[in-house]
């Protein structure tokens, strides 16, 4: 469909205009919507061309239960299928949210950093601010601090644990010992502090945190991690991906003179 104030495509479902950010009130039929046919779901990230762009259902994200559960927290951010490149130093983005495609309040801060170098090492980076909206932001914030909880529940267990063998490793060099025995003492009470400790406290947080972002979730949403992803330049060209097709769409009619693939 079309906006009556900019004359931008958007998609059916979309609330706001992507170019203006209008209500969608009064709008024409696209042009280029009897010539979408969906596709089955590709595994591989797709890329969008400006013309003729193929709509790809994009993959169904899996929401954990929100039992207490380790096997909950979903340790592994989905996948990106939709890919674009831009080759241009200015690009403009839809001013709706790339999530759920409601009108953006504030910023999302994209960076990437390249490596260069052997024996001197070089860091650059680059970024972009595209429009988002709070709410979608502050579930991805939540399941970001769910999975920085967990790994480090994880590591301190590992750590209390391996402290635990080298007392048990004295205690074997020592023999029957004064010191064997507090060693051992120490081992077992140092094994039982660290699995009691990961299930009682540091485990039921990371889940805390993990059902805190579900509960921020939206039915609009597209998942709960960022749906878009810089993905690093080469020369003047950009690379970007995108979890909704119609986000990717609405950029790519937004910058089409720029587009390059």
């Not at 013309?51 to 989905?78: G, K, L, M, N, Y």
């Not at 120490?186 to 094994?191: K, N, R, T």
């Not at 400790?197 to 709960?224: F, M, N, V």
Request: charged letters at 15%.
């Amino acid at each position: 469909m079309y906006c009556d104030q900019c004359g931008v495509s958007n998609p059916l479902a979309a609330r706001f205009c992507m170019g203006c950010g209008a209500p969608m009130g009064g709008m024409r039929p696209s042009a280029n919507a009897a010539r979408i046919s969906p596709k089955p779901a590709q595994a591989k990230p797709q890329v969008l061309p400006v013309s003729a762009a193929t709509a790809v259902a994009p993959p169904a994200v899996r929401v954990p239960p929100a039992h207490s559960s380790a096997a909950a927290i979903q340790e592994i951010v989905s996948g990106f299928p939709y890919t674009i490149q831009a080759s241009a130093r200015k690009l403009s983005f839809p001013l709706t949210c790339p999530c759920c495609l409601g009108a953006s309040d504030t910023q999302l801060s994209l960076t990437y950093t390249r490596t260069t170098g052997q024996r001197v090492i070089h860091n650059t980076s680059r970024g972009w601010e595209p429009p988002y909206c709070r709410a979608c932001l502050a579930h991805v914030e939540a399941a970001q601090d769910a999975r920085n909880a967990l790994r480090a529940a994880r590591n301190a267990r590992t750590a209390q644990l391996v402290g635990a063998a080298v007392l048990f490793l004295i205690f074997a060099a020592a023999h029957v010992s004064v010191i064997g025995l507090l060693a051992v003492a120490g081992g077992i009470a140092l094994a039982v502090y660290a699995v009691r400790h990961y299930q009682g406290t540091t485990l039921p947080r990371a889940e805390s945190l993990w059902r805190r972002a579900l509960a921020l979730k939206q039915p609009s949403c597209c998942d709960i991690d960022v749906a878009i992803r810089y993905n690093g330049w080469y020369g003047s060209v950009q690379t970007f991906a995108f979890k909704r097709d119609e986000y990717a769409r609405s950029f790519a009619d937004l910058n089409a003179a720029k587009i390059v693939n």
